[in-house]
Structures are given as C-alpha cells and as structure tokens.
C-alpha cells in the first residue's frame, strides 16, 4: 500500500490572526484534503464529508476541519474526556517518523483528549496547561448537547504549537508522519474515516505504521 504524502505550506502571517478567522485562510492557501478513507465499510458504512485545510506558521500547525453529517453529538464537554464517541474529528502526529506520536481528538464543540503514546495502552496525557496551548475554534460553540438529527455542517480550527512536538523550524522542510481522523463511535450512525488508510480488521487509529507523509515547506 502507497502511504499518502502531503506537502504542507508555509504561511507566517497566521499566528498574527485570531483563531476564529484564519479557516478562509487555510482554505485558500493551505493544503486541503478529503477524509475519506472507508476502511471497515461492511460494518461502519456511514461516509460523512469530511475535508481538512492544513498550514504552519513556523511555530504551530494550523488545521481547519469541515464536516458535513446527518447526527451531531456532544456530550462531553470536558478535556480529556471520550470526546471520539461525539461527532469527533482527530489529528494524529509522529514528529520523528517513529512509534512516538502524539494524538489530537476534538469534538464538535473543541473539547480535547490529547496524549503522547507509544501504543494505545499506557498514555502519557497532556497536561491543563498543555492543553490551553493548542487554540481553538468550533462553529457549533462550546456548550455541550445531546444528539440531534438533520442535516449540518461543522468547522473546527486548531493550533497546535511545534514546540511541543519537539520540533523547530528553521526555514528548511521538516518531515514527520501523521493521519487524520472523522469518528463518532456512540451516535446513532457510529463511523470511522481516515485520511491515510488502515489496513485492520477493526476500527483502530492508533497504527503509526499507517501514517502518512507530512513535509513542512
């Protein structure tokens, strides 16, 4: 299986922005792609339109989210909690090209479950403080709600500083691995989608050796 490969651009006039304006620009300069890989589509088979515009700053990656979906769900409204069993959508990052990655999950309303792991069992849970530097915007607010159906769309703009990654920026291109993710695993239309593919025979995104290539021009 080919991994896929995303060359993502450089745009410094972002961390002079707010947050809640900067998705036009990622739209119109970043790199945009569709999450639409259907891995286990006999049992999951609901495809929502999931689409993400990335670019970095020099100091944090930039991500605006848009999902298009018939259920919306969100009931957890604290960090660091199940926020993958609300309409949910995730960035997953090795810096290094290794088995130490980080995972990014947020729901519709910008709740966050973040860690640094080596494998699924045992994170290594980021911090409050740790977790009021990763920026956030969501369209759909930030109180909770129980699910509702009908037909919706949804953005989601986060910033992820590279310094927590362990990375700097220098003006020269830095590769890393990484995947992106749209699930909702406790709505009446349970999915899981990725951007790079997974070949498992259950839902499982914690999979580095899955990861797509990411380069920062």
């Known amino acids: 299986m080919d991994k896929k490969t995303l060359s993502v651009p450089y745009i410094a006039s972002l961390d002079d922005m707010d947050i809640e304006s900067i998705a036009t620009i990622l739209e119109e300069q970043g790199a945009r792609r569709t999450i639409d890989s259907l891995n286990w589509s006999e049992q999951y088979p609901y495809h929502p339109l999931t689409t993400f515009s990335m670019a970095h700053s020099g100091t944090h990656i930039y991500i605006d989210f848009f999902v298009r979906c018939n259920f919306l769900k969100a009931v957890n409204y604290e960090n660091q909690s199940p926020v993958s069993q609300d ?22 309303i910008g709740a966050i479950n973040a860690s640094h792991r080596t494998e699924r069992k045992n994170p290594n849970r980021l911090t409050a403080e740790e977790l009021d530097r990763i920026k956030r915007y969501a369209s759909c607010g930030t109180r909770a709600f129980n699910e509702i159906e009908g037909l919706f769309t949804w953005n989601l703009t986060i910033a992820v500083p590279l310094d927590m990654l362990g990375l700097k920026y220098e003006g020269n291109p830095i590769k890393i691995a990484g995947n992106f993710y749209k699930c909702a695993s406790a709505t009446s239309q349970p999915h899981y989608l990725s951007w790079s593919p997974i070949e498992t025979e259950k839902p499982d995104f914690h999979r580095p050796e899955f990861f797509g290539e990411i380069t920062l021009l």
Request: net charge negative.
């Open 87 to 108: 309409s949910c959508v995730e960035f997953f990052v090795a810096p290094q090209c290794d088995n130490h990655y980080w995972n990014f999950e947020f729901n519709c």
